[in-house]
Nanobody, 124 residues
């Protein structure tokens, strides 16, 4: 099985930065696609960024976070990061890490594993 543990959330003022981490453990050898998702109260979960697939370094971003967020992966540490800069109040949400074995890595990928989430709160 696979375990995903997110960390790095917190409270910041608008314009600030946070870096989220997602540490994976267990049978990670078959994980090819990682994603970050978020869900704000009263809203549906939305994709934020993905990394991986047939091209391990391929990344995709939601339009709302392009040029502000960067997803990266450290294979040696089995950790995926989400660097979030120029944060806005509308970025406030619970952020979840997800992982899957699919070679097609998009927000619609069937992710097999999910973390418990880390809260990000941005005040104006």
């Amino acid at each position: 099985d696979v375990q995903l543990v997110e960390s790095g959330g917190g409270s910041v003022q608008a314009g600030g930065s946070l870096r989220l981490s997602c540490a994976s453990s267990g049978n990670t050898y078959n994980l090819h696609c990682f994603g970050w998702f978020r869900q704000a109260p009263g809203k549906e979960r939305e994709g934020v960024a993905t990394i991986g697939g047939a091209d391990p370094q391929s990344t995709k971003y939601a339009d709302s976070v392009k040029e502000r967020f960067t997803v990266s992966k450290d294979n040696a540490q089995n950790t995926v990061y989400l660097q979030m800069n120029s944060l806005k109040p509308e970025d406030t949400a619970m952020y979840y890490c997800a992982a899957g074995s699919s070679w097609s890595c998009t927000f619609k990928t069937a992710f097999n594993y999910w973390g418990q989430g880390t809260q990000v709160t941005v005040s104006s």
